[in-house]
């Protein structure tokens, strides 16, 4: 049976309502991303993407009192790295807050504050599959 084409090709972006497009941004740059999209919407609003390097996937920066709401308070997006404890290091080097790194059955991990005070997870991936939903170590 041919179903043809999937009917949702990729996840183009994950937005974040933020209260200053620039300082997330530069939070962001911190962590590898580069700005990949910065365009006007309206007067006072513009729509900022940020992407690590190649993916296809990218942070949507909404300026959230353009959209009359409040800054989100919390990720729905966990972040990973191949070396946690170099990455911890690098981030706190550069004047990030970050607590950990926290060790459980399910992986490891740090807390990354970003300049608004939202918690971001970055786990280890070093020896598990990624997307295999086990964590590092099992």
């Known amino acids: 049976m041919d179903v043809g ?11 974040l309502a933020v209260e200053n497009q620039d300082v997330m941004v ?7 991303f580069v700005k990949t999209v910065d365009r006007a ?3 006072g609003a513009r729509w900022v993407e940020v992407a690590l390097p190649g993916a296809e996937t990218s942070i949507v920066l909404t300026p959230a009192r ?26 706190r080097a550069a004047g990030i807050e970050v607590d950990g790194p926290t060790h459980e059955p399910s992986g490891s991990y740090i807390q990354v504050v970003d300049p608004e005070g939202r918690v971001l997870f970055v786990n280890d991936i070093v020896g598990d599959v990624v997307g295999d939903g086990r964590g590092a170590g099992s």
């Open 5 to 15: 084409p999937p009917l949702i090709a990729r996840i183009a972006g994950a937005m």
């Open 26 to 32: 530069a939070f962001f740059e911190k962590l590898g």
């Open 41 to 43: 919407l309206w007067p």
């Open 66 to 91: 353009a959209y009359h709401r409040e800054p989100d308070r919390l990720y729905t997006l966990t972040l990973s790295c191949h070396d946690l404890l170099a990455t911890a290091e690098t981030l």
